[in-house]
């Protein structure tokens, strides 16, 4: 991943004339990304974002580090967290940007989260064990730390058993409803999800609303109930979504008075997953979800650090 020219320890300097770049969804090693929170903030800086948001899944463990990563290079990090929430038996990704991780409403909330996450790790060692797949729990605790255990590390030890060629192919195989490695899971509800979120200060935007594949109608039913519950944004540029994504994103956004967010989910330099930044520009027409916490006169936002 060296870009050739570009000094590793390059210093960003924010001046007016800087040209920001926002990425406010990445993974780190604290879920499923393939980088340390503070690998994750040099990569960000030799690729120009100036402000990043750190969303791993259920968990804020990440941020410290961030942060202290990103003063040192003069990046401005976003406080964030992507929470897993079920809705009509859909898993639906709400992000929190701008949260204070010390929010003891948002922590007792991810806590449930994180439990549910190691009894979901048990039984999918189990399903695969009987499966004839032995050995998933040792090898997705070794791999995860002290960080999430999510579906990525049992896809990654089951492309490493050789039952797939890639992480892509693992999903499609054995990990999605209805085959053999698949656990369902009643995640937060849709409304908890956003009350922590507002509780610690944040603003709760839809992630990657493309992917959950739902008909205008259940979208609007989904962004009416989120809209409801004290939801203010969505993402409309997203590394995973096509231009006609976008688009459709746009609408909603516009549709329904929602600031409107830029995340590429970055989780590996691996070429099969969306990289870091490098994110094309908002529809002008829209309301930057950035406006929340930036004030007219830094540009640079003061509320978050
Ligand atoms: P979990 O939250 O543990 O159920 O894992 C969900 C994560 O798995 C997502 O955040 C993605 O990073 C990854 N994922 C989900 N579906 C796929 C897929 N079809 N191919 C590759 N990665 C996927
Ligand atoms: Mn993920
Ligand atoms: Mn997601
Ligand atoms: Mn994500």
Same mark, same amino acid.
Request: glycine letters at 10%; charged letters at 15%.
């Given at each position: 991943?060296?870009?050739?020219?570009?000094?590793?320890s390059?210093?960003?300097?924010l001046? =007016?004339?800087?040209?920001?770049?926002? @990425? !406010?969804?990445?993974?780190s090693?604290?879920?499923d990304?393939? %980088?340390t929170?503070?690998?994750?903030?040099?990569?960000a800086?030799?690729?120009?974002?100036?402000?990043?948001?750190?969303?791993?899944? @259920?968990?804020?463990?990440? *941020?410290?580090?961030?942060?202290?990563?990103a003063?040192?290079?003069g990046?401005? &990090?976003?406080?964030?967290?992507e929470?897993?929430?079920?809705w009509h038996?859909?898993?639906?990704?709400?992000?929190?940007?701008?949260? @204070? /991780?010390?929010?003891?409403?948002?922590? +007792?909330?991810?806590?449930?989260? +994180?439990? &549910?996450?190691?009894?979901?790790?048990?039984?999918?060692?189990?399903?695969?064990?009987? %499966?004839?797949?032995?050995?998933?729990?040792?090898?997705? +605790?070794?791999?995860?730390?002290t960080?999430?255990?999510?579906?990525?590390?049992?896809?990654? %030890?089951?492309?490493r058993?050789? &039952?797939a060629?890639s992480?892509r192919?693992?999903?499609?195989?054995? !990990?999605? =409803?209805?085959? =053999?490695?698949?656990?369902?899971?009643?995640?937060?509800? !849709?409304e908890?999800a956003?009350?922590?979120?507002?509780?610690?200060?944040?603003?709760a935007v839809?992630?990657?609303?493309?992917?959950?594949?739902?008909?205008?109608?259940?979208?609007?039913?989904l962004?009416?109930q989120f809209?409801? *519950?004290?939801?203010?944004?969505?993402?409309?540029i997203?590394?995973?979504?096509?231009?006609?994504?976008?688009?459709?994103?746009?609408d909603?956004?516009?549709? %329904?008075?929602?600031?409107?967010?830029?995340?590429?989910?970055?989780?590996?330099p691996?070429? *099969?997953?969306?990289?870091?930044g490098?994110? =094309?520009?908002?529809?002008?027409y829209?309301? /930057?979800?950035?406006?929340?916490?930036?004030?007219?006169?830094s540009?640079?936002?003061?509320?978050?650090?």
């Open positions: 991943m060296e870009q050739p020219g570009i000094d590793p390059h210093r960003i300097h001046t =007016p004339f800087t040209t920001l770049m926002y @990425d !406010l969804h990445t993974h090693t604290n879920s990304g393939a %980088y929170p503070t690998e994750l903030i040099r990569q800086g030799l690729v120009g974002i100036t402000t990043l948001a750190l969303t791993d899944h @259920d968990s804020t463990a990440g *941020v410290a580090e961030a942060r202290q990563a003063t040192a290079i990046l401005h &990090l976003i406080p964030a967290v929470i897993s929430t079920t038996d859909k898993s639906v990704h709400i992000v929190g940007l701008g949260i @204070d /991780p010390a929010c003891p409403v948002l922590q +007792q909330g991810l806590h449930g989260l +994180q439990n &549910l996450r190691a009894e979901r790790a048990q039984r999918m060692d189990r399903q695969l064990a009987d %499966y004839g797949v032995p050995g998933a729990m040792t090898a997705v +605790q070794a791999m995860a730390g960080g999430m255990v999510t579906r990525t590390h049992f896809a990654r %030890y089951l492309v058993c050789g &039952l060629a992480v192919d693992v999903f499609d195989r054995y !990990l999605t =409803p209805g085959k =053999p490695g698949y656990v369902a899971t009643e995640w937060a509800s !849709l908890a956003v009350h922590w979120i507002n509780t610690a200060g944040g603003v839809l992630a990657h609303p493309q992917r959950y594949r739902l008909t205008g109608t259940w979208m609007r039913r962004l009416d809209r409801q *519950v004290g939801g203010r944004g969505i993402e409309v997203s590394g995973t979504g096509s231009q006609a994504d976008t688009q459709s994103s746009a909603y956004a516009k549709r %329904y008075d929602l600031l409107a967010s830029v995340g590429s989910d970055f989780h590996s691996d070429a *099969v997953w969306p990289k870091l490098r994110l =094309p520009p908002l529809p002008e829209l309301t /930057p979800v950035w406006q929340a916490w930036e004030t007219a006169d540009g640079l936002g003061t509320g978050v650090s």
